[in-house]
Structure formats: structure tokens, C-alpha cells
């Protein structure tokens, strides 16, 4: 078989994937966008060129060789971008996971690595493959090495052969160094001629072949200026083409014999793009290989068919088992139970049909050890038993002890503490088209050791909880709010179905109406789904400008079209077209398929985000679009359950912000919140150094993000992004907004420190979120999680806050004996319906429960506001 061997430039396409795409996070908070480029080239790359070997190079500091040639040699280059840096290991991770060999050279930059591998392959008869964003190595082309440059974008490459550079520039690859002696190249601040540009060095070369020929016969040279600038700057010319020459001959510790590719390992990428949350690439792998049965012990339990009072106790362990995620739908398949009278397996139907299990079951002196208790509290409420007495939840208290542990099942939680006399869901039940549930015996046997796992590792965790100071925590926080959340969920938010059809009736007349502008405007009709026919009309048809091209022809992804924004009509068209379908699709039609009984309930995940954060599901209510009018009249379909009631929504003012300014203990932003000052005109007034009447609406908005962007950890990069500056001016914004809040640089400083020395960092309330990065030697994983460390105790305290409140919240409704109910949690805002005549008393008694839910430095403040729908009410 034909050998051939894959060189990739890491450096230069991490750039590209980071920069064509727009910033990512994972559920953890990390950036993943130059990650998920990444693995999508590989990806293409593996499918189309399927290589024998392969290596990743990568530049190993900012120093090489040719700084002694010249010490200014890519100076001027701005900071690689935090939000880039951190990504560098799990581009690395990547690699390892894939069992691709990466490598780097200290003093020499990845293109010497890959000029040196590629000269070895060529002389060794492999067939050599460069990939690059940078036209450097189109120096390595020849009749064996053909160099991929990226374009705009990861995955649309341009093919450098020696025919296609003649074609380009009219001259051999070798020659590329020359061009670039006497061009120069900004981007490695490599100095060339001055005055000579990519044209005028192309027609010096096709004249003079070589640099050095030309400056022995610079007197042949046309043209007065050209020739005092070549005569002047000759020793720089020379230079510039030593420093744009690859070196061939690195001392390189690794030989192609170590670059051999045996094929994806997907047992390794499988939780490395799980942990990252890249689920549509999870897709592409496939159902996971089902693990080989462990041998486990025998256990004793009575499988009872008639439930009686007898089998119960005062302190009971409970497991309650809903296969599917989604347990507002799914049936119970299963109960188990064990406590000091033994253990035992509850078939469903017998557990539904006694009269003893729903007793005890809502008896709330009889307590209750479960995991999951939302989860089991709402399947239950849904066969009309209200599960009563749960004093302990063992998911909640995985949870707190360790957030970033990724949680799966009772046997992943139950294996951290000891216990491993129990298989995982996915190997008891199997997975994806493979999954059924066993014969009963088999499920009566899982379900009861389940149960005994839970009872295994009770002790060690409240051990755990109590050594954390997080018992406060655990039972007077999460423990109620699970039982808040799980009302909510019960309860739904009904859905006025006809005003969403409806909608979507507008908005297909809308799609229509600019389907026919498109078409008037393209002049014929096509499917403008189709990016291949769209391509075709816009590049062939109307002549615009190719911006990149894909492997089945023109790209007409989002970032092509606005760069093509001005340059005709119908691209404006198009992209109101799209964002419309999308609307249409993702939101009328599928808000419409998850309505039961006119009702949605999504479930809210208690136990997924590292801050503390609440997130929702199925479908996802705190993440509908109201950035677009048309997304925000979506919330005109979400109504009162009941006639002549009404949606009341509340949500706090700034609050992360008010809890900066307390854990900072920053006198100025203490004292702006204490005055009621409009705190990003403060800002402003003290980043600009101007008066409050001089201050712009510009200047505001640029404060008011660095005002958020501090909370959430935001770089220099991010903040230009975000606000279209260039990133000195938005280092200079935030280095002007610590030196006008002193104390919140301290509070930087320290959380670190304590960081550093701890090992985690803890909110308000002690919720725990531990950092093992803090003190890595990698230089990229130790600054992410300095940031982390910075925003967690002010995101997580904020989460906090508003848990508290939800809680208080039910407590406060159920005493005033109001029939206002507790719909939703969407990030700062809580959302009810009540009856029109009970306003009043919400207006009292909503934000004196919210602004007083716990005590700051500063005040909290609440704002309401209340109409017929959830739009209305904003």
C-alpha cells in the first residue's frame, strides 16, 4: 500500500478554526471553538486523504533561530487571545484521544518540523501531504508534496502543486522565498523592500529568476525609485528571504517510523467529546461498544406482590426508575426499597394500585433516601402519588462534592465512593436501538442493587458534605429547591396553540414574500435551501465575489453572506429568510410538538452547570430568541393556566454586579449601588474621566460591557469582539476600569491567591467548585483557571441568590394562602401566574421576598412587571 504521510501546521489552523468561528463554551465554562474547527479539518482530512502516517506540529515558544538573525523577527504580533491559549491542551488532548503523534522543537517553529518531515517522506517514497493556513510552506510543494492552505474558514482548502503556483504566481515553489525576500511579510513582521508588493516582486523574479541574480544586475532593473530601493535595502532583502527559508534539516528527535496512524481510537474520543459538549460529533462515532458483564455478587431481596404496610420503616432507602430522560412522559418501570426490615422489589402496578405504598409514600415523618428526588417526586405526581418525607438525595450531594464530575447513573456516583457491586445503566439495558428492558427478575435484581448503592454511600457522602461546610448548603438550598422545581415542572406553562399557529401563518406569508423578492431579485427560481443551488445563482448567475469554496462547490455559510452584505440586494433577503426558517422550525413548530394537554413542562437540570446555574430542557425556555421581534413574540403564546389571571415576571437589577461590588468589598461600587446611580453611566464617567452629562450613549454601552465582561472574566479579545474595537483600546478599557475599582482588582488578585492555595473557590452560600489547574505548569490551563476562579464565587453566589428566592418564594405563596403559582426560572427573572385579583399582593410581597433572600453589602433590587402573556409581562 502507497505510504503517505500528513503534516499539519497546529499553530496556524487552531488560528483559523478560533477565528472562523464564533466563540463556544462547554457546560463547564471552557472555550471550544478553535477545539471543534480543529477536529472538523481532522476530520475531513482522515475521510478524504485517509494518511498511513501523521503529525501535528506545533511552534515550542516565542523564540527561534532566526531571532538572532533578526531579534524583531514577528514582533508586533498582538497576544494570542486567552480565549485561544486555554484550548491549546485540548487541541493536544484531541490528538492523543485521536493516537496522532504531535511534536515541537524548542528554537525551531512547526514549519521547520514540517519542511524536515516532508524532505525525509519525499526521499523515503511516501506521498507527502502539508496542511497550513500559512502560504510559507507553499515553499515545500513538488512533484511529491502537495500543500493545503486553508481559506477563509477550516475545511476549504486551496491545493498548492508546483503546476498550481506556476499558474498563481508564474513561478517554481522554490521561489516563493525569494518573492517573499523581496516583499517582505507583515503578518512575521519580515521587513523585504519597501515599495515592493506581491506584483512587482513577481515581475523582478520571472526577469531575474533568483533574489541574488537581481541584486548583481540591479542596474538592468527598470524604473529610477525601484532601483535606489533595491540597491539600498540589499542586505535586507537577503535577510527577509533567510528568514522566510524553511529549514529542512531541524534536529528532530522523532522519525517517520513514530508517525504511523493505526485509525481513530473511539473508546478515547467518546468521553473527550463528551466532555466538551460536542454531542453532533458524539453522533457521528456511533453507539459505544457495549461493555462485557461484570461478574458481580449475589444479593437477597423479596420481589413483593402485594404491598402491605409491613414492608415499610421510619427510615427507608428509595429507588424509583424512569428509563427515558424525559419523565414527565415516560412510564415508571420499576420500584425498590430497602431499609432495616430488608430489601425489596415493588413491581409498578402493585406499588400504584396500594392503598399502603401511597400512603407511605406522602407521609412525611417516614424518611426518605432517593437519588434524583425531582425526578422521582414528578413521575410519581403524575400517577397521583406526592412523594413525601425525602430527606436525603445522593445525585444532589455527587453534585455538590464534586461539579465537574460527570454524573451518568447511580453507578457512576456509587464506583467514586467504593461501591462497585452494580453495573451501569447503559451496560444493563444497553444502548441506542440495542436498548430494552430485561426480563423483570433481571430489572428486580439492577433496581435493588441500585438501591443498595444508594445506602452504601449515604454516610460517606454527608461525611463529605459535612467536612465542606456545604450541609447548610445541601439541605437548606438544594434539597427544598429540588421539591420547588419539581412543582414547577408538574405545574407546566400552559400554551395558547392557535396563537403559535397563527404565527407560524405570519411568518410563512412573510418567508413567502421574501422568497418572491429572492427570486425576482436571482431572476429565476431556485431552492434557496440548497446551498448548491444558491451558490450557483450568486456567484455564476449575479457575478459576486467567491469568497471560499467547499469540497461540492461554493460556500454560502452565514459569515460568507455578510461579508457579501453590501454587495447585493438579494444577500439581505436571504439572510432574513433563513433567520425566519430557523424561528419557524425551531421554536412555532417545535414548541408545538412538545405541548401536552396544552401544556409544556420542561424539566429544569439541578445538577449540571459548574456555577450553580439552573438550565432547562426539553424544550429549553430560558433560551428563547427575544434578540429578534419575532422571537420575543413567541412569549404572546405562553399564558395563564386560568381565566382572568395573569403572567407576572420579576427579575433582579444588575445582579452580579451588586455581588462584585459585596465579595469585592469595593467602596465605589458599594456606594453607586447604595446611591442608586445608574452604575454603567458611573462607569463610564470613570473609564472616560468625564462628567455625568458628558457622558454618550457610546460611552455608556462600552462601559456597560466591561461592567459584565469583568463578571464573566472577559480578555481584552473578547471584550474588541464584542464591542468592535481593536484590542488595545479594549486592554486600555479594562485596565482603566481596575484602576477606578481598586477593590476589584484586590478581589482578582486574592481569589487566585486563595485559589492557588486551596485548590478551589467557593460562592456565598459554599458552594464548592475546585480548580486543578491552578497551579499547572501549562501556561494556557493555568490562566483559564485563574479566570474561572475569578467569576465562579460572583456567577455562582448570583445562582445562589435566586435559588433562595424560589424556595422563600413557594414558602412565602403557600403562607399567604395565594393561589399564584411559580412557573419558570429564566437565569435572573422568576416568572408566575396568579389571579388578577391577587397583584397587588404580589407587587408587596414578590420583590420583599427577592431583595431580602439574603443580606449584602448593597441592596438588592427587584424589578416587576405583569400582563396577559409572558410577552405582556416584560
Known amino acids: 500500500m502507497k505510504k503517505k504521510l500528513i503534516l499539519i501546521d497546529g499553530n496556524s489552523?487552531?488560528?483559523?478554526?478560533?477565528?472562523?468561528?464564533?466563540?463556544?463554551?462547554?457546560?463547564?465554562?471552557?472555550?471550544?471553538?478553535?477545539?471543534?474547527?480543529?477536529?472538523?479539518?481532522?476530520?475531513?482530512?482522515?475521510?478524504?486523504?485517509k494518511p498511513t502516517h501523521l503529525l501535528v506540529a506545533f511552534d515550542a515558544g516565542k523564540t527561534t533561530f532566526r531571532h538572532k538573525t533578526f531579534s524583531e523577527y514577528k514582533g508586533g504580533r498582538q497576544k494570542t487571545p486567552p480565549e485561544l491559549s486555554e484550548q491549546f491542551p485540548y487541541i493536544r488532548e484531541l490528538l492523543q484521544s485521536y493516537g496522532i503523534k504531535h511534536y515541537e522543537l524548542e528554537n525551531y517553529e512547526a514549519d521547520d518540523i514540517i519542511g524536515t518531515l516532508s524532505l525525509q517522506g519525499e526521499k523515503d517514497g511516501y506521498e507527502v501531504i502539508v496542511i497550513s493556513g500559512d502560504k510559507d510552506l507553499t515553499q515545500l510543494s513538488s512533484d511529491k508534496t502537495t500543500v493545503y492552505i486553508t481559506r477563509k474558514g477550516i475545511t476549504d482548502i486551496e491545493s498548492y502543486t508546483p503546476e498550481h503556483i506556476q499558474e498563481k504566481y508564474g513561478l517554481t515553489p522554490d521561489r516563493i522565498i525569494d518573492m517573499k525576500g523581496l516583499m517582505g511579510d507583515s503578518s512575521d513582521n519580515i521587513p523585504g523592500v519597501p515599495g515592493v508588493g506581491e506584483k512587482t516582486a513577481i515581475k523582478l523574479l520571472k526577469e531575474f529568476e533568483t533574489l541574488e541574480n537581481l541584486l548583481v544586475s540591479i542596474d538592468k532593473v527598470s524604473g529610477k525609485k525601484l532601483k535606489e530601493k533595491l540597491e539600498e535595502f540589499k542586505d535586507q532583502a537577503l535577510m527577509s528571504k533567510e528568514l522566510a527559508t524553511i529549514t529542512r534539516e531541524a534536529p528532530l528527535t522523532v522519525g517517520l517510523g513514530e508517525l504511523e496512524f493505526p485509525g481513530m481510537n473511539e473508546e478515547k474520543l467518546r468521553p473527550f467529546f463528551k466532555e466538551l459538549g460536542f454531542n453532533s460529533l458524539l453522533d457521528k462515532l456511533g453507539d459505544a461498544p457495549v461493555e462485557e458483564e461484570e461478574e458481580l455478587e449475589a444479593i437477597e431481596y423479596e420481589p413483593v406482590k402485594e404491598i402491605t404496610k409491613e414492608i415499610f420503616a421510619d427510615e427507608n432507602t428509595l429507588y424509583v426508575e424512569v428509563l427515558e430522560d424525559n419523565y414527565h412522559y415516560a412510564p415508571i418501570i420499576g420500584i425498590s426499597l430497602v431499609n432495616e426490615k430488608g430489601a425489596f422489589y415493588l413491581p409498578i402496578e402493585a406499588a400504584l394500585e396500594s392503598a399502603a405504598f401511597k400512603e407511605w409514600a406522602e407521609d412525611e415523618t417516614k424518611q426518605k433516601t432517593v437519588y434524583d428526588a425531582k425526578r422521582s417526586e414528578v413521575a410519581l405526581r403524575h400517577k397521583g402519588i406526592h412523594l413525601k418525607g425525602i430527606t436525603f438525595d445522593c445525585l444532589i450531594a455527587a453534585y455538590l462534592a464534586d461539579p465537574s464530575a460527570s454524573i451518568d447513573d447511580v453507578a457512576s456516583v456509587a464506583k467514586k465512593y467504593g461501591f462497585t457491586n452494580i453495573q451501569a445503566d447503559e451496560v444493563f439495558y444497553g444502548k441506542g436501538a440495542k436498548r430494552k428492558v430485561p426480563a423483570e427478575e433481571m430489572l428486580a435484581d439492577h433496581l435493588v442493587r441500585k438501591t443498595f448503592a444508594l445506602v452504601a454511600i449515604q454516610e460517606k457522602m454527608e461525611e463529605e458534605l459535612k467536612a465542606n461546610g456545604q450541609e447548610e448548603l445541601f439541605h437548606q438550598l438544594e434539597m427544598p429547591l429540588s421539591l420547588v422545581l419539581a412543582d414547577m415542572e408538574s405545574t407546566g406553562v400552559q400554551v395558547d396553540v392557535e396563537r403559535l399557529q397563527k404565527m407560524g401563518a405570519e411568518i410563512n406569508d412573510r418567508l413567502k414574500s421574501i422568497e418572491n423578492r429572492i427570486y425576482d431579485l436571482a431572476g429565476e427560481t431556485?431552492?434557496?435551501?440548497?446551498?448548491?443551488?444558491?451558490?450557483?445563482?450568486?456567484?455564476?448567475?449575479?457575478?459576486?465575489?467567491?469568497?471560499?469554496?467547499?469540497?461540492?462547490?461554493?460556500?454560502?455559510?452565514?459569515?460568507?453572506?455578510?461579508?457579501?452584505?453590501?454587495?447585493?440586494?438579494?444577500?439581505?433577503?436571504?439572510?432574513?429568510?433563513r433567520q425566519l426558517g430557523k424561528l419557524q422550525s425551531t421554536y412555532i413548530e417545535g414548541l408545538q410538538k412538545v405541548v401536552h394537554n396544552g401544556k409544556i413542562h420542561t424539566?429544569?437540570?439541578?445538577?449540571?452547570?459548574?456555577?450553580?446555574?439552573?438550565?432547562?430542557?426539553?424544550?429549553?425556555?430560558?433560551?428563547?430568541?427575544?434578540?429578534?421581534?419575532?422571537?420575543?413574540?413567541?412569549?404572546?403564546?405562553?399564558?395563564?393556566s386560568e381565566k382572568d389571571w395573569i403572567i407576572f415576571a420579576a427579575d433582579y437589577s444588575q445582579i452580579e454586579l451588586r455581588v462584585l461590588a459585596h465579595i469585592a468589598n469595593d467602596e465605589k461600587l458599594i456606594e453607586a449601588f447604595r446611591e442608586d446611580h445608574d452604575i454603567h453611566t458611573e462607569t463610564a464617567m470613570s473609564v472616560f474621566h468625564v462628567e455625568a452629562d458628558e457622558v454618550t450613549s457610546n460611552m455608556r454601552r462600552h462601559a456597560k460591557a466591561v461592567n459584565f465582561g469583568i463578571v464573566y472574566g472577559i480578555s481584552d479579545y473578547g471584550l474588541s469582539q464584542s464591542l468592535n474595537i481593536t484590542r488595545k483600546e479594549a486592554g486600555k478599557f479594562i485596565e482603566r476600569y481596575l484602576e477606578s475599582y481598586p477593590g476589584v482588582k484586590t478581589y482578582m488578585e486574592e481569589i487566585v491567591a486563595d485559589a492557588k492555595q486551596q485548590g478551589y473557590v467557593s460562592t456565598l452560600l459554599h458552594?464548592?467548585?475546585?480548580?486543578?489547574?491552578?497551579?499547572?505548569?501549562?501556561?494556557?490551563?493555568?490562566?483559564?483557571?485563574?479566570?474561572?476562579?475569578?467569576?465562579?464565587?460572583?456567577?455562582?453566589?448570583?445562582?445562589?441568590?435566586?435559588?433562595?428566592?424560589?424556595?422563600?418564594?413557594?414558602?412565602?405563596l403557600e403562607a399567604e394562602g395565594l393561589k399564584a403559582k411559580l412557573l419558570l426560572q429564566v437565569h435572573d427573572e422568576l416568572i408566575f401566574e396568579a389571579p388578577k385579583d391577587e397583584i397587588e399582593k404580589l407587587k408587596e410581597i414578590v420583590p420583599d421576598v427577592m431583595e431580602n433572600a439574603v443580606e449584602l453589602s448593597v441592596p438588592l433590587k427587584v424589578d416587576y412587571s405583569y400582563g396577559d402573556t409572558w410577552f405582556d409581562a416584560k
Do not use: C, W
Open 526 to 577: 431556485f431552492n434557496i435551501n440548497s446551498p448548491k443551488q444558491l451558490g450557483v445563482i450568486l456567484f455564476e448567475k449575479l457575478g459576486l465575489p467567491v469568497v471560499k469554496k467547499t469540497k461540492t462547490g461554493y460556500s454560502t455559510s452565514a459569515d460568507v453572506l455578510e461579508t457579501l452584505a453590501s454587495s447585493h440586494d438579494v444577500i439581505k433577503e436571504i439572510l432574513e429568510f
Open 767 to 812: 458552594r464548592r467548585r475546585y480548580l486543578p489547574d491552578i497551579t499547572s505548569r501549562n501556561f494556557n490551563l493555568r490562566s483559564f483557571a485563574e479566570r474561572t476562579a475569578m467569576n465562579t464565587p460572583i456567577q455562582g453566589s448570583a445562582a445562589d441568590i435566586i435559588k433562595k428566592a424560589m424556595i422563600e418564594m413557594a414558602n412565602r
Open 603 to 640: 424539566r429544569f437540570n439541578q445538577v449540571l452547570t459548574q456555577t450553580g446555574r439552573l438550565s432547562s430542557i426539553d424544550p429549553n425556555l430560558q433560551n428563547i430568541p427575544i434578540r429578534l421581534e419575532e422571537g420575543r413574540k413567541i412569549r404572546q403564546a405562553f399564558v395563564p
Open 13 to 49: 489552523i487552531a488560528y483559523r478554526a478560533f477565528f472562523a468561528l464564533p466563540l463556544l463554551n462547554n457546560d463547564k465554562g471552557v472555550h471550544t471553538n478553535a477545539v471543534y474547527g480543529f477536529t472538523m479539518m481532522l476530520m475531513k482530512i482522515l475521510e478524504d486523504e
